[in-house]
């Protein structure tokens, strides 16, 4: 049975901190990862993607992937109240599929 | 911004009816994917949809589910029998690739209540 772990937090923070979500999977044959934020009642958007070992940048959110470790991670620089949400970790099935396997979420809040 | 929309919104059914859910895709997405949510805990993949036929299904799909492109443009989950347990949040998804290379977009999704 392939698996994505997350810790379901909630993971507490205070403006401006750093917030660091992680998730590691069962599938060595997984390529392609990706976070989706996800508000309470609302669908799951996506915020990044990596496919590669290290870190991806975009904005404030950084990705990091360690394929050996079967580990990646989110930081979340500077963050907001406005970043509360679910974290969704997701993985590809594999590498002819095309089921993404989500995690069951990360709870982060932000307080001001 | 494209977008993936989906209707009902919310359907409320009884136990054994049928029910469809519809979806149009963002445009020149290939990739089309039904995902459901039951309240509290993980998305779960359900359909594949590529080039007008099943590209993979999940345990979760049996033969109580298909869906159908019947135009261009919508992309429908048929739940032939509704049972209790098919109560969840139902998620369409696009993709302009397949997943080990592209990003996949969300609609919505379609609360289904089962009495």
């Known amino acids: 049975q392939k698996e994505v772990e997350q810790n379901s937090g909630p993971l507490s923070v205070p403006e401006g901190a750093i917030a660091s979500l992680n998730c590691t999977y069962s599938?060595?044959?997984?390529?392609?990862f990706f976070w989706y934020r996800q508000y309470s009642g609302k669908s799951p958007e996506l915020i990044m993607s990596?496919?590669?070992?290290g870190d991806k940048e975009d904005g404030r959110f950084t990705a990091q992937l360690n394929k050996a470790s079967q580990y990646v991670s989110l930081l979340i620089r500077d963050s907001q109240p406005s970043d509360s949400a679910t974290y969704l970790c997701?993985?590809?099935?594999?590498?002819?599929?095309?089921?993404?396997?989500f995690g069951k979420g990360t709870t982060l809040s932000v307080s001001s | 911004e494209p977008e993936v929309t989906q209707t009902p919104s919310h359907q409320v059914t009884q136990m054994g009816q049928e029910v469809i859910l519809r979806c149009v895709p963002i445009?020149?997405?290939?990739?089309f994917y039904w995902y459901r949510q039951i309240l509290g805990q993980k998305v779960e993949f359900l359909v594949s949809?590529?080039?007008?036929?099943?590209?993979?299904k999940s345990e979760i799909f049996d033969d109580q589910f298909s869906v159908e492109r019947p135009d261009g443009s919508n992309f429908t989950l048929k739940i032939r029998s509704t049972k209790l347990e098919d109560s969840a949040m139902y998620f369409c998804?696009?993709?302009?690739?397949?997943?080990?290379?592209?990003?996949?977009?969300f609609g919505e999704g379609s609360r289904l209540t089962v009495l």
């Open positions: 998804a696009s993709s302009e690739l397949s997943t080990n290379t592209g990003e996949l977009f």
């Open positions: 599938d060595r044959g997984s390529q392609s």
């Open positions: 990596i496919y590669s070992n």
């Open positions: 997701a993985v590809n099935e594999n590498q002819a599929g095309t089921a993404l396997i």
């Open positions: 445009s020149n997405h290939l990739y």
């Open positions: 949809f590529y080039n007008n036929e099943i590209s993979e």
